[in-house]
Nanobody, 116 residues
Framework: QVYLVESGGGLVQAGETLRLSCAAS????????MGWYRQAPGKQRELVAT?????STDYADFVKGRFIISRDKNTVYLAMNSLKPEDTARYYC????????????WGQGTQVTVSS
């Protein structure tokens, strides 16, 4: 079983920067793709960014130009720049084990709060 553990959330002011990290561990912990979703109170979970095995990335429109996803082996990072109050949410790390699978491995999440 693969486990994902996030870190790096916190409380910041609008315009500031945070960097989230997520480390995978456990048996067969090599994941094909990793990514980040977020969920704000009263809203559905939404995609933020993903990075696949060959380094290809995908971003939600609302973070393009502000957030950067990167990966080092089984750790994925999310650099969040120019944060806005609407970025306030719980951020979840996710993993996909094969190119033909889905994101079915999830961390517990880390809270990001951006004050205006």
């Amino acid at each position: 079983q693969v486990y994902l553990v996030e870190s790096g959330g916190g409380l910041v002011q609008a315009g500031e920067t945070l960097r989230l990290s997520c480390a995978a561990s456990g048996s067969s912990s090599t994941l094909y793709a990793m990514g980040w979703y977020r969920q704000a109170p009263g809203k559905q979970r939404e995609l933020v960014a993903t990075i696949a095995g060959r380094g290809s990335t995908d971003y939600a429109d609302f973070v393009k130009g502000r957030f950067i996803i990167s990966r080092d082996k089984n750790t994925v990072y999310l650099a969040m720049n120019s944060l806005k109050p609407e970025d306030t949410a719980r951020y979840y790390c996710c993993g996909q084990q094969s190119p033909f699978g889905t994101y079915n491995i999830w961390g517990q999440g880390t809270q990001v709060t951006v004050s205006s």
